[in-house]
């Protein structure tokens, strides 16, 4: 079983149970309702207590959640853990492997590595990622272990910054709003085009060479494949991305990845930062193109690039 702990701040003195979970923590009536049927569900420093009780500041309160069923199967292969704590983990996932098992993929995607690195830990948690990948897309990946914090991240509460090289020379910094609907006659393809939904990327251009460009991209919507519909509209598709009109002379998969997130823990309220450095394939597609790089933005791609 899960289990969540909270300090009664000043604010909430004189609050009930109910209010101080539903106010201050966010938490659904669905969830509520699930930890009111539990046993010993939820404590006020360590005592059993109705939704009725009125708190007093600074009192702690404990929640257990229900244990998660979990039926993905288990996997042999495994992924670095960039970070994790008893609330949340975030995997560093390779090009080429998938998030959720499909067809071809029974038992070699992200959620079968995730049940097994559960599993080894004794943990029981079911698989629920705040933020979703493509397949040959590497990064990180957040996972909630439990339906609060899932709940809590889920949306925009998670700041994300991905990494991509363009086929094209650009400088400076900007902004493309074109909205992306489906491309007639495909289910997977997007394209831009009038009926499509609102899709906004901002980029960065960090640094330039053979005809590339390295990208630092923040989105402000998370429409499927819209970085690489994006670039791929400005007529500068992402290196390897054959499926948008990029090359793979230099590499075999589009050249994206997720690289930091940031946002604030549900739980203890501090804020977080996670970083995960290119992949070796990204890495080299950095030298064979010999990217030169701002002196200013040095410092900052030193976390995520072995060259800077």
């Known amino acids: 079983m899960g289990q969540?702990?909270?300090?009664?701040?000043?604010?909430?003195?004189?609050?009930?149970v109910k209010g101080f979970?539903?106010?201050?923590?966010?938490?659904?009536?669905?969830?509520?309702?699930?930890?009111?049927?539990?046993?010993?569900?939820?404590?006020?420093?360590?005592?059993?207590?109705w939704v009725v009780h009125c708190l007093q500041a600074g009192d702690r309160v404990e929640l257990i959640l229900p244990e998660d069923r979990n039926h993905t199967e288990s996997s042999g292969l495994s992924v670095p853990v960039a970070w994790e704590d008893s609330h949340l983990i975030f995997f560093e996932k390779p090009p080429g492997m998938p998030?959720?098992?499909?067809?071809?993929?029974?038992?070699?995607?992200?959620?079968?590595?995730?049940?097994?690195?559960?599993?080894?830990?004794?943990?029981?948690?079911?698989?629920?990622?705040?933020?979703?990948?493509?397949?040959?897309t590497s990064g990180l990946v957040a996972v909630a272990k439990n339906a609060y914090c899932a709940s809590q991240l889920a949306g925009d509460h998670l700041q994300k910054e991905y990494f991509a090289v363009c086929q094209g020379i650009l400088t400076g910094s900007g902004t493309i709003d074109a909205p992306i609907r489906v491309k007639k006659g495909h289910t997977?393809?997007?394209e831009v085009g009038e009926g499509g939904v609102k899709a906004v990327t901002?980029?960065?251009?960090?640094?330039?060479?053979?005809?590339?460009?390295?990208?630092?991209?923040?989105?402000?919507?998370?429409?499927?494949?819209?970085?690489?519909v994006h670039f791929s509209h400005l007529g500068m598709p992402l290196a390897g991305?054959?499926?948008?009109?990029g090359s793979r002379k230099w590499i075999s998969r589009q050249a994206l990845h997720c690289g930091w997130i940031q946002g604030m823990h549900p739980v203890t309220r501090e804020p977080f930062y996670v970083a995960q450095k290119f992949p070796q394939d990204f890495q080299t597609?950095?030298?064979?193109?010999?990217?030169?790089?701002?002196?200013?933005?040095?410092?900052?791609?030193?976390?995520?690039?072995?060259?800077?």
């Open 285 to 308: 597609l950095c030298r064979q193109i010999e990217t030169v790089v701002r002196e200013e933005d040095k410092p900052f791609l030193s976390r995520f690039w072995d060259m800077i």
């Open 202 to 228: 901002h980029w960065q251009a960090l640094g330039c060479g053979h005809g590339h460009t390295l990208l630092r991209i923040h989105l402000e919507t998370g429409r499927t494949h819209q970085i690489r």
């Open 21 to 49: 979970l539903r106010g201050y923590c966010g938490m659904s009536a669905r969830l509520l309702i699930r930890l009111k049927r539990e046993e010993r569900g939820i404590l006020v420093n360590g005592k059993p207590v």
């Open 241 to 245: 991305d054959d499926m948008y009109g």
């Open 99 to 136: 998030v959720h098992p499909s067809s071809g993929h029974a038992n070699d995607t992200l959620a079968n590595i995730a049940r097994s690195y559960a599993e080894q830990k004794g943990e029981h948690w079911a698989f629920r990622p705040i933020n979703r990948l493509d397949r040959d």
């Open 188 to 190: 997977i393809q997007r």
């Open 4 to 16: 969540l702990n909270f300090k009664v701040p000043p604010e909430y003195h004189g609050a009930t």
